[in-house]
């Protein structure tokens, strides 16, 4: 899952995302490679949305998305 960010500074590399998360390097890359947590890839480096992170490490994982339901259809 890719994410577009729209300010480079809410952007984490591994060893800052690491360093909020209570998770190893390996397992957040494979977190990543899963779609469980959004990441831009440059090359071979990973980067992560600051926000993203931080709700990762308030409810463990990303919350799931409500259906967005359209009225007047």
Known sequence: M????????????????????????????????RGQIPFIRIGNKFYFERSEVEKVRQYGTLPKQSPVISEGV
């Not at 729209?6 to 990543?32: E, F, G």
């Open 2 to 33: 890719y994410i577009m960010a729209t300010d480079t500074h809410s952007l984490l590399d591994v060893t800052q995302a690491v360093a909020i998360l209570p998770v190893s390097r390996p397992k957040l890359l494979d977190m990543a490679k």
